[in-house]
């Protein structure tokens, strides 16, 4: 195998697993017995660090603590993270940031700053192994409001529950019914008369 074509990174004589992130890598294999082929076609490939998950707060989290602690998952091997903590989504008004010699050697940090109440905050985490760097992985969340100051938010409508309309369909046919039984009566009533005459 060879890294960009030049220079063996992995043989049978020498293991090693330090690939680097983004960098491209070559291989080719030949048999060596019975008989020593020529070599295959070359083959290649470039690994990534694989992103950071399971963020906490949680994309989109509401009444976060002032001084929340952020954590997240990696499933791979690494030597740190860098973290971005800003009051925008473009990540130019900086809370806290740690990168580069200061990255985090923990998949975890305890603010220490203290964050306004009832505003929203935007963070991201990338995953480091040397010169490597993985993807950005972040989220917004809200910090809970003080108690008795709005946000600015509505609050939630309550729910009122308003029986459906009489159908028209059933008054109609009250009325019809009654119509029908009021001519019935006067019918009946005539009847009577007549038959009582005579």
Request: proline letters at 8%; glycine letters at 10%; charged letters at 15%.
């Amino acid at each position: 195998m060879y890294s960009d074509y030049e220079g063996i990174v992995i043989s049978p004589w020498a293991d090693t697993t330090d690939f680097l992130s983004g960098m491209r890598y070559g291989w080719h294999v030949r048999s060596v017995e019975p008989y020593l082929s020529p070599w295959s076609v070359m083959w290649s490939f470039t690994p990534t660090l694989c992103p950071v998950e399971d963020l906490v707060p949680e994309v989109g989290a509401s009444g976060v603590v002032t001084s929340p602690v952020f954590t997240w998952d990696c499933p791979g091997t690494v030597d740190g993270y860098e973290f971005m903590l800003a009051r925008d989504p473009g990540y130019t008004d900086v809370v806290a940031s740690f990168a580069g010699a200061g990255a985090l050697s923990d998949n975890s940090w305890d603010c220490d700053v203290s964050l306004d109440q009832g505003m929203n905050y935007f963070w991201r985490v990338r995953a480091v192994r040397g010169e490597a760097l993985g993807s950005w992985v972040g989220g917004s969340f809200t910090t809970e409001a003080m108690s008795g100051v709005s946000t600015g938010v509505p609050a939630a409508p309550s729910t009122i529950d308003i029986p459906p309309p009489e159908s028209p369909v059933r008054n109609y046919l009250v009325w019809a019914m009654f119509f029908l039984v009021a001519l019935l009566m006067a019918g009946l009533i005539v009847l009577v008369m007549r038959t009582s005459r005579r």
